[in-house]
């Protein structure tokens, strides 16, 4: 188990505690705040509900969570130390003189400063090279995006060990490797902040019309592809080239504020609180946290069904974690061939849910579905062999609902082969929470080749991998309510 220091427990830092708590880290946090510890375990409430659910692969075992009074306790151990104090160089430069006469020399000390450069912490500092900036965005615990700036300060084997653990969390490190004040990220940021800040000024839009111009238009194709490939797609099939040319002049016009930033009066901030607090002042914060959390797991759990962005970086994530969840991708991986395979271990993520509170029918569905998906790819009908013109489809299904499964619940789905020669793959799938059977899961499926779309044997390592399967299973007592049809006797 390996172990982290939060060193300042508001907002960003309860992010930071949550991230790797629920990455199977144990976490120390020291915090002179005597309500740090509430406010981190109500963040950690929030991260608990909507980030196991974020990807398809069950989460490692959470690690511990303890309190310090004195950074000297709470860096006792610790690889990594992230900093997450005010932002006032002073305070940070105290805060580093007091980490690194407690800390492991190899430790690595992170900043989440968002606007100090790196060599501005390391100034004057006995061991500068362990110090480097991970700016994180809100909430830490979904937003993927880590920015990591470095200088010559930093040893080789601490950048790669900085985006190793980085990674390791299921975030990006953006490897800054030239220092600037506010990094990248945030200085798009202030230019759009300044600019709106503007708009309310000078009467043009409300905080509400702006926030539904970014949400509602480029905000979600900057998501799912940032700035340059959303302007590339704009100039069709002529391609930036195009779009420059088109365009490219638009940057002479006066058609921004950007040089001139608005006088920060106590006017201008009444009034831009005011406009906000009419906006969405009714919601309480953490349901608003709730709302926003919701939106980011869904955003990014449809950005994966395409494995773009920010899903593609999930489904990696989710793919390094698959052996440690017992998951196995061909037969010769299988420990115990004669068991049952299991072919899925998940948390019942947000958006499976219903109405009633539980885990809509359809997602019983969409869970075996997957768990056939699984059991093909082990017998070698992966995305190569269905490239080629090879598949099943599904001919015949039967489901049992047996019992309730909510969000967040933890299942597995364990898949017996019925039999396996010839066309037919007769699949017995058991959906369980522990020990607690929910549902079964009774498939038929027949080889086609895609070419002509008709029944078709398949390849022959394909058939004999599913006999192999079918066999080692046959000796196994017949599980209860195979081939049962609608209306019979329980």
Known sequence: ?????????????????????????????????????RKINE????????LPGLGNVALPPEGSLSFHGSIKEAVEGA??????????????????????????????????????????????????GQIVVAHPFNPVYLMPLIELVTTPANPTGVIDRAKEIITAIGMFP???????????ADRFLEAVWREALWLVKDGIATTEEIDNAIRYGFGIRWAQ???????????????????????GPCLSWPWTKLMDVPEFTDELVDLIAGQSDEQSGHIPIREMERIRDDNLVGMMRALGANDWGAG??????????????????????????????????????????????????????????????????????????????????????????????????????????????????????EMYAGDRLLATGEHMLLHVDLKTRRSAPPAAHIETNLVKLAEAHAVLDAPEGLGRAIGAPR
């Open 174 to 184: 953006l490897h800054l490797k030239k220092e600037i004040d506010a990094h990248v």
């Open 225 to 247: 592809m940032g700035l340059f490939d959303t302007y590339r797609v704009a100039g069709g099939e002529a391609g930036m080239k195009h779009f420059m040319a088109q365009f």
């Open 312 to 429: 593609a970086l999930q489904n990696k994530h989710d793919l390094g974690r698959e052996g440690e969840a017992g998951l196995v991708r061909s037969v010769d991986e299988i420990a115990d061939i004669s068991q049952p395979v299991l072919t899925q271990s998940r948390v019942v993520p947000l958006d499976w849910t219903d109405y009633n509170g539980h885990m809509t029918e359809s997602r019983y569905l969409d869970a075996f579905a997957q768990s056939t998906d699984r059991l093909m790819m082990i017998i070698g009908c992966d995305t190569d062999y269905i490239a080629n013109g090879g598949s099943y489809f599904t001919a015949e299904t039967h489901i049992r609902h047996i019992d309730e499964v909510h969000a967040g619940d933890a299942i597995q789905v364990k898949t017996r082969v019925i039999m396996g020669a010839g066309k037919k793959m007769h699949l017995w799938h």
């Open 1 to 37: 188990m390996t172990t982290a220091a939060i060193i300042g427990g508001g907002v960003i830092g309860g992010g930071w505690a949550a991230r790797f708590l629920l990455n199977g880290w144990d976490v120390r946090v020291s915090d002179p705040d005597p309500e740090a510890e």
């Open 79 to 128: 690889e990594w130390i992230q900093e997450s104090v005010p932002e006032r160089l002073d305070i940070k430069q105290k805060v580093y003189g007091e980490l690194q006469a407690h800390c492991a020399p190899d430790a690595i000390i992170g900043s989440s400063t968002s606007g100090f450069k790196p060599s501005e912490l390391q100034n004057g500092r006995e061991n500068p």
């Open 43 to 50: 963040v950690l409430a929030n991260a608990r509900r909507s």
